[in-house]
């Protein structure tokens, strides 16, 4: 068996044994159905070798990002592109994000039921304190109109300069109310909590969740041929499951709870929640079994492929939450997506060495190390960089 001398929180070195074969490799051909509607939100793969400044610029490795969006499809998944997974807002511009969207758009036209959604928000509209709500709306409307031409369904992303000039619920239901109106197709609504992005942080005119979701609800339900369905991102499933019960019909929950989502997606007697998921990029192959298993009514074999990943995404979403992203392209670049372990904004350098370490063991209790060998050779040139030797 492989092993690997790892760090320890305790600040010693450990000899590990990766001790779990790696799931079965999907078997090639038609790709699964599934009886949940599941995105995965897509990661980027830079350039290593642009001569660029890292911290300011992105070049991307444009050969692997579409390769990795082929690799989701084939696993029967619909790509979320431009999101927060993407460095959307941490590294990623809205002309970069247009970029992705537009050659993803094209790649999904490549192949015969590739499912693709695109985030549009404002995010080149600086917030600050002279931004208005009518500035708030023409950033969401020129967003919406780019994605809306180059053939893609909508996620309609929180918005950073909504957060900020908003006085409370009305311009919520002001902003969105002009924008669902003129939407072309039913769009998913995005609930960033602000532990995700703290600048989000009272969204819909309240701190308070419970308080915030009645004006949400307001608007969906009352928009709900303008809404595919909603993405809340809140990290609580008793949050997630109060709002579900309360959609509208034909309104669907798509859980964005990274730390809850096997149950949340198995759901209960009421109902469940559909996915749209960061961490479905880093465990693809354990989730797309898991969900075939789910289809064929196989409730146990759903829940004993899905519930050890589940410590491995709480770990990588662990607080800063924001800082989720490294350990998904970490994870991709041990199972081999890419080459390099590098980051727009120098972000790989956002999770320490013992994160990684433990990340790298959680995996293997997951069985997402897809080639164990391979993960412990790059584990270990990484603790290497770190000065610490096999």
């Given amino acids: 068996m492989t092993s690997i001398q790892l760090p320890t929180s305790a600040g010693t070195t450990e000899r590990y044994m990766i001790r779990n074969a790696p799931l079965p490799p999907p078997v090639k051909g038609a790709a ?4 949940r509607v ?4 897509a990661h980027v793969v830079v350039d290593p070798f642009a001569d660029n400044n890292p911290t300011l610029d992105v070049a991307f490795d444009w050969e692997r990002t579409l390769a990795f969006r082929h690799h989701l499809w084939d696993l029967g998944f619909g790509v979320a592109e431009a999101m927060d997974t993407a460095q959307r807002g941490m590294g990623l511009s809205w002309a970069q994000a247009l970029e992705l969207s537009q050659r993803a758009i ?15 928000g404002t995010d080149h ?7 208005t709500i009518d500035q708030v709306i023409a950033a969401y409307e020129m967003q919406v109109e780019a994605i809306e031409s180059a053939g893609g369904q909508i996620i309609l992303m929180a918005s950073r300069a909504l957060a900020r000039a908003a006085k409370g619920p009305d311009d919520y239901v002001r902003v969105y109310d002009r924008i669902l109106s003129a939407v072309k197709e039913p769009v998913v609504i995005h609930w960033l909590g602000e532990m995700f992005d703290p600048a989000l942080a009272g969204y819909w005119g309240s701190a308070d969740h419970m308080t915030a979701m009645e004006t949400a ?4 339900n009352s928009h709900a041929d303008k809404v ?6 809140l990290l609580s499933a008793e949050k997630e499951i109060a709002m579900r019960r309360r959609l509208a019909p034909g309104v669907k929950m798509y859980t964005g709870d990274d730390f809850n989502y096997a149950e949340l997606i198995a759901g209960d007697s009421e109902g469940y929640s559909h996915a749209l998921l960061g961490i479905f990029d880093a465990i693809a192959p354990a989730a797309s079994l898991a969900l075939e298993k789910l289809a064929a009514n196989d409730t146990a074999g759903f829940h004993d492929i899905l519930a050890p990943t589940v410590p491995l995404s709480r770990h990588i979403f662990k607080a800063p939450t924001r800082f989720y992203k490294t350990g998904v392209v970490f994870l991709a670049w041990l199972n081999g997506h890419q080459e390099h372990f590098l980051m727009a904004g120098g972000q790989q ?7 990684f370490a433990e990340l790298f063991r959680l995996a293997d209790a997951a069985r997402c190390l897809a080639d ?10 990484l603790l290497k960089v770190g000065g610490l030797d096999q």
């Fill in 32 to 35: 699964p159905r599934f009886s």
């Fill in 38 to 41: 599941a995105y995965a939100a």
């Fill in 106 to 120: 094209a790649e999904a036209r490549s192949r015969p039921g590739a499912v693709i959604a695109c985030g549009a």
């Fill in 125 to 131: 509209l600086e917030p600050g304190p002279d931004v």
């Fill in 217 to 220: 609800l307001s608007i969906i």
């Fill in 228 to 233: 595919d369905g909603v993405k809340i991102s």
């Fill in 349 to 355: 350098s956002a999770r320490s060495l013992v994160h």
């Fill in 372 to 381: 164990p060998d391979q993960a412990a050779s790059r584990m270990a040139s």
